[in-house]
Every structure is written in structure tokens, then in C-alpha cells.
């Protein structure tokens, strides 16, 4: 009752609402060393009861009209998902319908039906690799020691922060690469199938564009970066059979991965409201094609709901400009 008390006055509804908007990637049927960001089903069942108890769970497009139209009930709060990982469906779908929380799930369309997305690619080698001495010097990280768990987090982060801004075809090719080169072989059902977009639709779930292949939109031209919006729009309005409203911004951080041609590319594709990664909560006055969301990365209800809370207090929007 306190932390409802508390995010009643951070949050209020009509004119002076905020939107609270949560990212999630993946759910985890049980706890990853190696990924220790992303929550497991246990983690996400009690976020999703807090949410139900505490909060106002709303669709993401109902929120974005009712945000507009002042009528946004206090302590709002849209869930939502990114790229199209197959434990959306596996995993968070039961939960979620338990829960009684609707969520959007912005589906990255390239990767549908056994693709694999490069940092997964990389996780995946790395857990792979031998304990020991390993050569990365083609990778140009040198010798490394893959002894500990945290040895493997280590690399994971480096290999990702080498590959992350490169070309979506050179970065594939690349990843792929390593993988070969130590004769691994790794999984192909991490992503969603298209009757997993389906089964998430008919469950009620919201779906939204997330271009085709994820690509770093300010690391490509503009006609390619059109391209990939638009196809990823139509491979989901094909695979639906009904318009799409909602888009993300791959990655999604303000001038660093989308820019504000991208923002005007969106309006153009047609869609309604786009959402970033910037923190803070959105208001009427709120750019509807650069609405903030957060990760609530806390393992404690406690800290879970004070973020919700400071989250709310951010004082300000970042935009790209």
C-alpha cells in the first residue's frame, strides 16, 4: 500500500499523468550465469504481480491515446518486449495472462523462424569455448584465459561492444565467423516463429515494428535505414493481417542509435508512436514518436518499486535533435 501511496503522487492521472514504460528482452525459463541481466520466470512473475497490484497495466497503444487525450488513469505503466525472442511466447506469455498485464512486443521480423541475432551468436560461442587458453587475436582481443564464469561474461562484453556498431552484414558475417572457427555449433530456436507472433497476437498482446534485421539506424544511410523500417512493418502486417501502430528504435538511445531523421522516417512508415531507450516517464507533452522507457533491472520487490518510483522522477526527456 505504501509504494501504491507513493507512485500515486509521482504519477497522477488526466492532464498531470505520467506513462511508466518497461523493456524486457528476453525471460529466462531459470537463472543464466552468463546473462545475468535478464530476468528468469520466477524474477518475472513476482514483477508482473507488483505491477498488477501497485500499478495500472495498460496496453501500449491505449496508453499512447489515452496520454494524448489526458485520460490516462494514475500509475500507468506499459509492459513491453523487444526483438522477438521465442521465451516471449515460451516463457513470459503464461506469466503475463496470469498476471492479468498486457504487453507490446516489438519483433525484429529478419530473425523469425531460426535466425539468430549477432549477440547471441557471440553468448552463445563464448558458453561454448573450451576452459583455458583461447587465440582471439583475429578478433584483435589476443590471448585470453576462459577459467571462471566471469572470465566468459568478460569476453562476452568486449566481442559485443567490438561487433555492435558495425554493418549488419559484416557484423553477421563476423560473428558467424568465430563460431566456425572453433567448429561450434549453435542453437536456432532462440527467436520467435511466426506462430509465435500469431499465438502472442491472439492472446491479446500488442505487436510493433522493430525494422527487419536490427540495424544501428544511424550507422546506415537513409534509404536503407527507410527500407528497414518499412520491411519490417510489412512482414508484420502481412503475417497479421492488420495495420501496425507501433515502432522501436533498435538499440534506442537519442542521437547515439536513432537521430531525428529516423523519427520522421517512422511518421512516414506510418505509424502512430515510437518508442526510445532514454529513461523517464511520458507526459502529454511527451514527443509520441520518442516516448522514454527503462529496464528494471532489481531482484527485490523493494528496489523494483523504488525504480518505478525514481524512474518517475527523472526530470526531463532526452530526444534526438
Known amino acids: 500500500m505504501l509504494l501504491r501511496s507513493l507512485l500515486s503522487l509521482m504519477s497522477p492521472g488526466g492532464s498531470r499523468a505520467r506513462l511508466s514504460i518497461l523493456i524486457y528482452h528476453r525471460v529466462l525459463p531459470a537463472p543464466d550465469p552468463l546473462v545475468p541481466g535478464d530476468p528468469h520466470a520466477d524474477d518475472f512473475r513476482w514483477q508482473m504481480r507488483l505491477l498488477a497490484r501497485s500499478m495500472n497495466p495498460l496496453p501500449l497503444d491505449e496508453a499512447v491515446d489515452r496520454l494524448q487525450a489526458a485520460t490516462l488513469p494514475a500509475r500507468a505503466v506499459s509492459v513491453t518486449f523487444d526483438d522477438g525472442y521465442a521465451d516471449n511466447a515460451e516463457v513470459a506469455l503464461p506469466i503475463l495472462r496470469e498476471a492479468g498485464v498486457p504487453a ?3 519483433i525484429a521480423t529478419g530473425y523469425l523462424d531460426g535466425g539468430r541475432m549477432f549477440n547471441d551468436t557471440l553468448i552463445e560461442t563464448v558458453r561454448r569455448l573450451p576452459a583455458g587458453p583461447i587465440d582471439l587475436t583475429p578478433e584483435g582481443l589476443g590471448q585470453r584465459q576462459l577459467d571462471t564464469v566471469a572470465d566468459r ?7 559485443i561492444g567490438r561487433f555492435k556498431y558495425q554493418p549488419a552484414e559484416q557484423r553477421t558475417a563476423g560473428t558467424e565467423t568465430l563460431a566456425r572457427r572453433f567448429g561450434l555449433k549453435l542453437p536456432d530456436a532462440l527467436m520467435m516463429t511466426r506462430a509465435q507472433v500469431r499465438e502472442l497476437a491472439a492472446a ?3 505487436i510493433g515494428g522493430h525494422t527487419a534485421t536490427h540495424p544501428i539506424l544511424t550507422e ?3 534509404t536503407t535505414a527507410r527500407a528497414e523500417i518499412q520491411r519490417g512493418k510489412a512482414d508484420l502486417e502481412t503475417l497479421l493481417d492488420r495495420p501496425l501502430r507501433l515502432f522501436a528504435y533498435p538499440n534506442g ?3 547515439r542509435d536513432y537521430a531525428a531523421a529516423h523519427v520522421q522516417i517512422a511518421r512516414e512508415c506510418g505509424f502512430d508512436a515510437a518508442v526510445s531507450t532514454a529513461a523517464g516517464a511520458a507526459r502529454a507533452a511527451s514527443d509520441p514518436f520518442q516516448l522514454p522507457r527503462f529496464t528494471p533491472w532489481d531482484r527485490t520487490p523493494l528496489r523494483f518499486g523504488l525504480r518505478l518510483a525514481r ?3 527523472e526530470p526531463r526527456e532526452r530526444r534526438a535533435a
Not at 153 to 159: Q, S
Open 253 to 255: 538511445r537519442p542521437d
Open 220 to 222: 546506415v544511410d537513409a
Open 104 to 106: 507490446t512486443f516489438f
Open 153 to 159: 561474461r568478460e569476453l562476452i562484453r568486449e566481442l
Open 204 to 206: 491479446g498482446m500488442g
Open 311 to 313: 524512474n518517475l522522477a
